[in-house]
């Protein structure tokens, strides 16, 4: 046990105020719970709002240019905050833009305290103790040798029904367009022992469903008591946890849809009917501009296998429009793919350049082209979206009651396939699964009624 477990398990009476803002992929949802927990040992108590917060971390993103834009006009208004209600705020910068752009944040941004990469979040309390002996801004952006996970406090709990299990983080792969490899480094695997453990303890403390996750989650090979396991190896595991009722996975490389992952699809019940496997394009010779290492039909039959096993699944993607030499050809060859696949979900959006990555250099297509090649792709996806929302109606499906709904007497619930889906129902009943019949589908929601 380190230093910073044993002040952990002490638990002191929190004297001081943190906010954490999250942007981005849900692994820095996870880092920023985990970030809450090492500070609970050094007496920070999570707060809703900066306005009264000792210290503000901002968790960020830097996978497209608006992403990491956000990030300085919300430093420009937490200064005029702290301005207005005289009492000193720390602030810190965590995450890939932190990873990124290190010291040259502190230096366009002097009144930043604290630069912490996402490999290095650990060392917080030793970072918070030389701003307290007024050692100036501090900067960590190290990829550390020692594993992050081993120094981070076990106490893990799940805040509710659902919760994030970081279990592969970093990429090799490399596409074109992306930052990850660099903001995020090479690929690592967690230990399938301490995962079960982190996983029993979410399930403790009341998490019924654990989305297992990783930049490429299904490269998973983390070492277990037998050598090394595989993602569907963990799924297995995983499921024998018992109040553990749903297991899923993201984010995935198509290249790594094992034939072992694609039959756990068909044999384990608690493996969620659900896949999130962006393609980014349907163009063969964007996808070998973007590095992707797969073609279009290379993936459309990987598809109809996973269907072959789980008939039933509901598939979800990313898509870039406008990657540098995307012809009009190119770009009518992604809506056919579209159009093939039937996606139940997706996110689409329009290339952004990144510093220091293959592409970025390259002769750029124009906005307006990028702009109307979005609005055509998302005019796309929303009409299979809503084929796929259309058919759950009178159905039957159970449905985890997560989370209070909008209105008295309401729950929001998630069903199989990842839909929100609100009926009135008690709100004693948070964590159960419950048979719902889908009386009505709109464009991001479902609603029912408690069947009988
Ligand atoms: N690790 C995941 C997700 C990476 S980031 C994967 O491999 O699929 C999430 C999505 O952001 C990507 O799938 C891609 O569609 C999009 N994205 C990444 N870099 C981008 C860029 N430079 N411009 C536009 N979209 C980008
Ligand atoms: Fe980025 Fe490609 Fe790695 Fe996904 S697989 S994180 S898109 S480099
Ligand atoms: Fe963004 Fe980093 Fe996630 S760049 S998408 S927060 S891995």
Redesign the pocket.
């Known amino acids: 046990m380190t230093a910073q477990t044993d002040t952990q398990a002490k638990a002191p009476t929190p004297t001081k105020k943190l906010y954490v803002k999250t ?3 849900q ?2 949802v996870y880092d920023s719970e985990r970030m809450t927990e090492t500070l609970a040992g050094q007496g920070y108590e999570a707060v809703d709002t900066p306005d009264t917060a000792d210290l503000v971390l901002l968790n ?4 497209r240019e608006k ?1 990491a834009e956000k990030v300085y006009s919300d430093l420009g208004r937490l200064r005029k905050l702290e301005k207005q209600r005289g009492t000193p705020m720390q602030v810190g910068v965590a ?2 833009v932190a990873q990124a752009e290190g010291e040259e944040i502190v230096r366009r941004m002097p009144q930043v305290d604290l630069v912490v990469g ?1 490999q290095a979040y650990h060392r917080l309390p030793e970072m918070l103790d030389a701003l307290d002996e007024g050692k100036g801004a501090q900067v960590i952006t190290d990829f550390p040798v020692e594993d992050k996970f081993a120094d981070l406090p076990k106490t893990r709990k799940s805040s509710g029904p659902t919760a994030f299990l970081s279990v592969q983080e970093g990429c090799d792969k490399f596409c074109a367009f992306c ?2 490899p660099y ?2 480094g090479a690929e690592y695997s967690r230990p399938a022992p301490d995962l079960l453990a982190e996983a029993r303890r979410l399930v403790d403390s009341g998490a019924r469903e654990i989305t297992l996750l990783g ?1 490429n989650v299904n490269a998973y090979h983390g070492k277990g008591e037998d050598g090394d396991w595989s993602l569907a190896r963990l799924v297995r595991a995983m499921a024998e946890i018992e109040d553990l009722a749903r297991i899923r996975y993201t984010t995935s490389h198509p290249n790594d849809m094992s034939d072992d992952l694609i039959a756990a699809h068909g044999e384990i019940d608690r493996l969620m009917p659900f896949l999130h496997l962006p393609v980014q394009s349907g163009s063969d010779k964007i996808l070998k501009a973007m590095n992707r290492k797969h073609d279009a039909d290379s993936y459309r039959r990987l598809i109809e296998r996973i269907r072959a096993a789980r008939p039933d699944i509901a598939m979800s993607g990313d898509f870039i429009v406008g990657f540098p030499g995307e012809s009009d050809e190119d770009f009518e060859e992604t809506l056919r793919l579209i159009r093939d696949i039937q996606y139940a979900q997706a996110f689409s959006f329009k290339y952004s350049p990144r510093p220091g990555t293959p592409a970025a250099g390259a002769e750029q297509v124009a906005e307006d082209v990028k702009v109307e090649r979005l609005a055509r792709v998302q005019e796309a996806l929303l009409e299979s979206q809503a084929t796929f929302q259309q058919a759950c109606v009178g159905q039957t499906m159970p449905v985890l009651l997560d989370r209070p709904g909008k209105f008295d007497g309401q729950m929001m619930g998630r069903s199989p396939y990842l839909q929100n889906v609100h009926l009135t129902v008690n709100a004693d009943r948070r964590g159960e699964i419950v048979p719902v019949t889908i009386t009505e589908a709109h464009r991001s929601s479902l609603a029912g009624t408690l069947a009988a």
């Open positions: 942007y981005g992929c692994m820095n960020t993103c830097h996978i992403a995450g890939c996402p930052v990850v903001t995020r930049q």
